[in-house]
């Protein structure tokens, strides 16, 4: 008769051991799951910030260079293209800037600026150097707001976070 109460015992103590490990799995099921979404979420606030923070370089270094800049010319696919009053996409932008003005001698200098597709990166070339503007960037539009005023649309992608902005931007020359 004791051998029967212990074989119920040893059982109902295995049950509670099969409990006991089924409760800790699910509660290390949990907090794996919810560090990961933290950590997925940290991932995308960082992605974020990143592209607020290149967008903001970008714009600042685009309008100074374009501001002061005439002749300008927008191409996408080595086409020419008049700016109208809606987005249009671009790959290259092409204007010269006034240099070097001593004693009535002007130097003219040709710029481009244009976007690499493969690495997602603009830059401008002049004086016989490309240079990198920003990162992460995979569409220019521009269109013409009015007379000597025009905007550009920058669409900029890191890590499936996406980020648009515009850049208004009024000639001086």
Same mark, same amino acid.
């Given at each position: 008769?004791?051998?029967?109460?212990?074989?119920?015992?040893?059982?109902?103590?295995?049950?509670?051991?099969?409990?006991?490990?089924?409760?800790?799995?699910?509660?290390?099921?949990? !907090?794996?799951?919810?560090?990961?979404?933290?950590?997925?979420?940290?991932?995308?606030?960082?992605?974020?910030?990143?592209?607020?923070?290149?967008?903001?370089?970008?714009?600042?270094?685009?309008?100074?260079?374009?501001?002061?800049?005439?002749?300008?010319?927008?191409?996408?696919?080595?086409?020419?293209?008049?700016?109208?009053?809606?987005?249009?996409?671009?790959?290259?932008?092409?204007?010269?800037?006034?240099?070097?003005?001593?004693?009535?001698?002007?130097?003219?200098?040709?710029? !481009?600026?244009?976007?690499?597709?493969?690495?997602?990166?603009?830059?401008?070339?002049?004086?016989?150097?490309?240079?990198?503007?920003?990162?992460? !960037?995979?569409?220019?539009?521009?269109?013409?707001?009015?007379?000597?005023?025009?905007?550009?649309?920058?669409?900029?992608?890191?890590?499936?976070?996406?980020?648009?902005?515009?850049?208004?931007?009024?000639?001086?020359?």
């Amino acid at each position: 008769m004791q051998s029967r109460k212990l074989s119920r015992k040893c059982g109902y103590l295995m049950i509670e051991v099969f409990v006991a490990i089924s409760i800790s799995l699910v509660v290390m099921s949990t !907090v794996s799951i919810m560090l990961s979404e933290s950590m997925n979420l940290i991932k995308q606030t960082d992605s974020r910030i990143e592209l607020r923070e290149q967008f903001d370089e970008m714009a600042t270094t685009i309008k100074r260079e374009l501001r002061n800049s005439n002749n300008l010319k927008f191409y996408y696919k080595d086409r020419g293209l008049a700016l109208c009053d809606e987005f249009i996409e671009i790959d290259r932008i092409n204007f010269s800037q006034f240099e070097n003005v001593n004693q009535g001698v002007v130097e003219i200098s040709e710029r !481009v600026m244009y976007i690499e597709e493969k690495k997602k990166k603009i830059f401008i070339y002049y004086n016989g150097g490309a240079y990198e503007i920003g990162n992460y !960037v995979e569409k220019i539009e521009v269109k013409q707001d009015s007379e000597g005023i025009f905007s550009i649309k920058l669409k900029l992608n890191k890590n499936n976070n996406r980020f648009s902005d515009i850049i208004s931007i009024r000639m001086r020359n």
